[in-house]
């Protein structure tokens, strides 16, 4: 579904990412995982048309969407959930839901996805009205979840979805991450809950100093001692 075939990413002159690639299947859950500055987030950045690669390709469906601007890459098939959320607090619950639907294919089946996300986060419905800055932590997170989904994308890409949350509530953001998977959609996850990110997760990359320095199937890594030492630091 989604191939990142050796990405470099700059931040000016200082480069972030070096020859990163990286492959998504269809309804698959796979994880990116590392320490603070690894570049974890620089790589979804890239992918949703965020930052420009200076070399590499991204391919979605056998179509090249390098550096194509991010409305473009979600008209594709891809939305993101970004770290810290970036909701609109002054627009009621309902608003920000509807601006995930901007694109044309999203707005003729609106009514539709809206139901699934309200089934999905039924809090959402009941405050539909509600200003998203007045929701707690765990509420903006499934609000921002919501919108992306409201996108109707194929590929979600979730970055630092449990980042500030309690417990609880990431119990429920990674129950969250399963159906929507189950739902047929793929998902990219970066995380720094390292062993929640790869309970869900069939495969997994391990990126550090901008390097995937190791990679495949999720349960081995989450036995791995380079993990603990890389991740964990122990």
Not at 37 to 46: I, N
Not at 82 to 101: H, I, K, Q, T, Y
Request: aromatic share 4%; proline share 3%; hydrophobic share 45%.
């Amino acid at each position: 579904m989604l191939e990142v075939i050796d990405l470099d990413v700059y931040y000016g002159d200082a480069q972030a990412l070096w020859e990163v690639s990286v492959r998504v299947e269809e309804a698959e859950v796979v994880s990116i995982v590392g320490s603070n500055g690894a570049g974890k987030s620089t790589l979804v950045g890239a992918v949703m048309g965020i930052l420009p690669s200076r070399r590499g390709r991204i391919v979605l469906d056998g179509t090249e969407i390098t550096d194509l601007a991010g409305h473009r890459v979600c008209r594709a098939g891809i939305a993101i959930v970004p770290e810290g959320r970036r909701l609109f607090p002054g627009l009621s619950v309902g608003d920000n839901l509807d601006l995930g639907a901007f694109n044309a294919e999203a707005r003729r089946h609106r009514s539709e996805t809206l139901d699934r996300v309200h089934d999905l986060f039924p809090r959402l419905a009941e405050r539909s009205g509600q200003r998203a800055g007045s929701l707690s932590g765990g509420e903006q997170q499934m609000l921002a979840i919501g919108r992306a989904l409201m996108a109707r994308p194929r590929l979600l890409l979730m970055d630092e979805p449990s980042l500030g949350l309690a417990p609880v509530i990431v119990d429920e953001v990674f129950e969250v991450i399963e159906t929507v998977r189950s739902a047929g959609v793929s998902v990219l996850l970066v995380e720094q809950n390292v062993a929640r990110a790869l309970e869900v997760s069939s495969r997994a990359y391990l990126l550090s100093e901008g390097r995937i320095v190791m990679e495949g199937d999720a349960a081995e890594m989450a036995a791995s001692p380079e993990i603990r030492r890389a991740v964990l630091g122990v």
